[in-house]
């Protein structure tokens, strides 16, 4: 059953503040998503402690935010502050935080020994005897390096690029270098006497197979890539 409200808090110079909130709708206003904060809030009444039914000064408002317009306040507190999270809302954000964060490994990362990718759910299991705990909400790219650091010690694993030789026919060209330059960077280009291009392109490792089959894709099985080197 879900919850009817939970309570969003912001601490600051010694003041605290905590409103009555919407679990679902307060988590959406913080992520960005445009809502209004009456549809948010249980009540417009800002206290210092909700469950002793303690409110918050004026003064402490005016203080901290510049008004004591409850409804102002309460959108500062939500961007700001913390909201408590159902349990389910907390194993949500998880599963997503956790999945973006073992795709970016995926893409990434390569078995040091093989300089293949590593699969996705290697990735997961490792991640699991590790032990890895993910936080829901700290950006992936901030959790990526130690979530690696981490797996290492299950599984031989390595941060690495690879370096790819394409080559692209003339009739896909233009199509080819905006494929090439959205998936890593260009080093060198050189357009052949039929038209046709060749590049080098330094792309995450685990990207290999991506970029072939997205060549593939685009010139009907004409184009060529070779992999250079991974380190």
Known sequence: MKEKYVIAK??????????LVDPDKALELKSG??????????SDIV?????????????????VFGTE????VALEIIKRGEIQLTADQRRKLIEEKKAQVVNLIAKNAVDPKTKLP????????AMEQARVSIDPFKPAEQQFEEVVSQIAKVIPIKIAKAYVSVKIPVEYSSRGIKLLQSMGVVKKTRW????????????PAGMQ???IDKVN??????GDVKIMSVG
């Not at 998503?33 to 249980?42: G, M, P, R």
């Not at 317009?69 to 102002?72: A, E, Q």
């Not at 894709?217 to 004409?222: F, I, Q, R, W, Y």
């Open 192 to 203: 052949l006497s039929d038209g046709s291009l060749e590049a080098e392109v330094e792309i």
């Open 118 to 125: 590593i699969p996705i759910k290697r990735i997961e299991l």
């Open 209 to 211: 197979q991506e970029l």
């Open 10 to 19: 912001y601490e600051f110079k010694g003041h605290r503040f905590e409103i």
């Open 217 to 222: 894709a685009l010139t009907k099985g004409s």
């Open 47 to 63: 206290y210092k402690d909700a469950k002793k039914g303690l409110k918050a000064s004026p003064e402490s408002m005016r203080e």
């Open 33 to 42: 998503k445009s809502i209004s904060i009456d549809e948010v809030l249980i």
């Open 69 to 72: 317009d409850p409804r102002t």
